[in-house]
């Protein structure tokens, strides 16, 4: 069964730094798209960053410059390093994998990836 967990979100403070991980287990790691999302409550949930199967990266605009996501396919294991972070920032976090999906999709956010976390809150202060 396919599994994701998600792990180092916390409290910043403005310009500050964080790492994501999310290990996957229950699948084969290198042969799904694996990509961030995020949502604010009453929000929609925004597609953040997202790395399909060659490496390829994509990026929200909002992140770009700021955000970068990677992973260790040896340890089945995705990362984002946000850098320079700001309260609109603040959100929960999720980690995502579809078999099918590409990176463009992940980023528009639709259709939504099939495998999700649980989430992990970063809460950025001013």
């Known amino acids: 069964q396919l599994h994701l967990v998600e792990s180092g979100g916390g409290s910043v403070q403005a310009g500050g730094s964080l790492r994501l991980s999310c290990a996957a287990s229950g699948f084969t790691y290198s042969s799904y798209t694996m990509g961030w999302f995020r949502q604010v409550p009453g929000k929609e949930r925004e597609g953040v960053a997202a790395?399909?199967?060659?490496?390829?990266?994509r990026y929200a605009d909002f992140v770009k410059g700021r955000f970068t996501i990677s992973q260790n396919n040896a340890k089945n294991t995705l990362y984002l390093r946000m850098n320079s972070l700001q309260p609109e920032d603040t959100a929960m976090y999720y980690c995502?994998?579809?078999?099918?999906?590409?990176?463009?999709?992940?980023?528009?956010?639709?259709?939504?990836?099939?495998?999700w976390g649980q989430g992990t809150q970063v809460t950025v202060s001013s």
């Open positions: 995502a994998a579809d078999y099918v999906l590409k990176t463009p999709q992940f980023i528009l956010g639709f259709p939504s990836p099939n495998y």
């Open positions: 790395v399909d199967t060659d490496g390829n990266t």
